[in-house]
């Protein structure tokens, strides 16, 4: 278990807190690592640094109980858009994971003309198939 610390814009705190997409200083972050799994979990830390928000902190990440933390675009305020579902990072598991129902996940960058037209093709097959 690593936490990590910043109050000041060094190049060491820049580069952390891009990686975590921290925009205020001070900022606390802890990072969990399993090597046999080769996995490795984030916690931002979102409450005023005082003893007693840290405690809980570390008591809720040492007992499992903190939501990992993912990049993420902001949750939709209309999450359908043609009648396709958006997801972003902090809706993935909701969505996608713990559904009941298929899910079709297409990933895309906005940017990519491959991806653009692959997303074109798909959005006319789901109308043809919704027919």
Same mark, same amino acid.
């Given at each position: 278990m690593?936490?990590m610390s910043?109050?000041n814009?060094?190049?060491?705190?820049?580069?952390?807190?891009?990686?975590?997409n921290?925009?205020e200083l001070?900022a606390l972050v802890?990072?969990t690592?399993?090597?046999e799994? =080769?996995?490795?979990n984030? #916690?931002?830390?979102?409450?005023?640094?005082?003893e007693?928000n840290?405690d &809980?902190?570390? $008591?809720? %990440?040492?007992?499992?109980?903190?939501?990992?933390?993912f990049q993420?675009?902001?949750i939709?305020?209309?999450?359908?858009e043609?009648?396709v579902?958006?997801?972003?990072?902090?809706?993935?598991r909701?969505i996608?994971?713990? =559904?009941?129902n298929?899910? #079709?996940?297409?990933?895309?960058?906005?940017w990519?003309t491959?991806?653009? &037209?692959?997303d $074109?093709c %798909?959005?006319r097959?789901l109308?043809?198939m919704?027919?």
């Amino acid at each position: 278990m690593i936490f990590m610390s910043s109050s000041n814009d060094s190049d060491v705190s820049s580069k952390l807190l891009e990686y975590y997409n921290i925009n205020e200083l001070p900022a606390l972050v802890g990072l969990t690592a399993n090597f046999e799994s =080769n996995s490795f979990n984030k #916690f931002k830390f979102e409450s005023e640094i005082n003893e007693a928000n840290l405690d &809980k902190w570390i $008591n809720d %990440l040492l007992a499992n109980k903190l939501e990992k933390y993912f990049q993420s675009d902001p949750i939709p305020t209309d999450p359908l858009e043609n009648g396709v579902t958006i997801v972003v990072g902090s809706t993935f598991r909701k969505i996608v994971l713990n =559904n009941t129902n298929d899910v #079709f996940l297409e990933i895309y960058a906005p940017w990519c003309t491959h991806c653009t &037209k692959v997303d $074109n093709c %798909l959005f006319r097959s789901l109308r043809n198939m919704e027919d």
